[in-house]
């Protein structure tokens, strides 16, 4: 979470922002840690921001058309989400991670109207009983999905599926080889982190529940302008998406239910 936090910031004071998330900028000046310990290596913040935009993208398009909506943000870290999408006052928005950061984001950010801290983790089924049950619900999780094992992914999905009338659900999730490969991903191997849970198709999602019905997957290298970014970001972007197993890598998912 602090090098999404870090990445962030590098792209708020780069000269020509992607996100221009300036709040997470202000935030890591308040935090005494060495951003070399992220793994983040010259330029990585680009992805990092346009994951942010694009998700972003589609949590506005869900609460134009439901501006009562509740919002789970799942694994939320340090993230200024709900500050760059301001979502209207009949949202309620929940920012559910671990005890100790939500501790963290509680010192870091305070509380701010319409929006709630959950400190649990998401497998615990017992959190969602804090959440108002009988409204449209969008789940985003952005860089979560991959750190739980496949069994509790899948469980998550299925309650949140079976616990609302209606709703969507957004994240990013790895191939299995994006799984296989993880040694290759600076920011995990330096957080000490494991990734387990790896996607190839959007038919395994429809296949948890009955309910869920995949709108859209797309591929990173798809998602985003990559033109405007130095030219090794282009190559790798023109790469990533003629061959196949690199453009399925990280793919962004819409479910509907
Ligand atoms: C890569 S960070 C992403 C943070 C944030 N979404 C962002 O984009 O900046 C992954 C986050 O998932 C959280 N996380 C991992 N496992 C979790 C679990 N079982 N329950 C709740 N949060 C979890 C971590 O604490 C961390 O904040």
Redesign the pocket.
């Known amino acids: ?1 602090l ?3 870090y990445g962030r910031a590098l792209d708020a004071r780069s000269p020509d922002p992607i996100l221009g998330d300036t709040l997470s900028a202000e935030t890591l000046d308040k935090i005494n840690f060495d951003p070399t310990k992220t793994g983040l290596r010259p330029g990585d913040h680009y992805s990092v921001a346009m994951r ?1 935009e694009f998700l972003d993208g589609w949590t506005r398009e869900f609460l134009a058309g439901h501006p009562n909506a509740v919002v789970l943000h ?6 200024t989400r709900v500050w760059r999408v301001s979502p209207g006052p009949g949202v309620s928005w929940y920012d ?3 005890p100790d ?1 939500i501790k963290l984001r509680r010192e870091l950010f305070g509380d701010r109207p319409g929006s709630t801290m959950i400190a ?4 615990d089924p017992t959190w969602l009983d804090q959440v108002p049950r009988d409204r449209p619900v969008l789940m985003v999780a ?3 999905v991959y ?2 094992t496949e069994a509790d992914g899948h469980a998550l999905l299925r309650r949140i599926a079976g616990g609302f009338r209606t709703g969507q659900m957004i994240f990013d999730g790895f191939s299995r080889l994006g799984v296989r490969l993880q040694k290759l991903n600076g ?1 995990v191997t330096k957080a000490e982190a494991t990734l387990h849970w790896g996607i190839d198709w959007p038919t395994e999602l429809e296949a948890i529940d009955y309910r869920l019905k995949c709108r859209d997957a797309v591929g990173v290298f798809d998602a985003s302008d990559f033109s405007t970014l130095t030219h090794r970001y282009q190559v790798l972007a023109a790469v990533g998406k003629t061959i196949p197993a690199l453009s399925h890598l990280s793919t962004y998912y819409r479910l509907n239910f």
């Not at 799942?74 to 993230?79: M, N, P, Q, S, V």
């Not at 649990?120 to 497998?123: I, L, W």
């Open positions: 979470m090098a999404t936090l942010a799942l694994g939320c870290g340090l993230d559910i991670d671990l950061v649990s983790s998401v497998t952005e860089g979560l750190y739980l920011a």
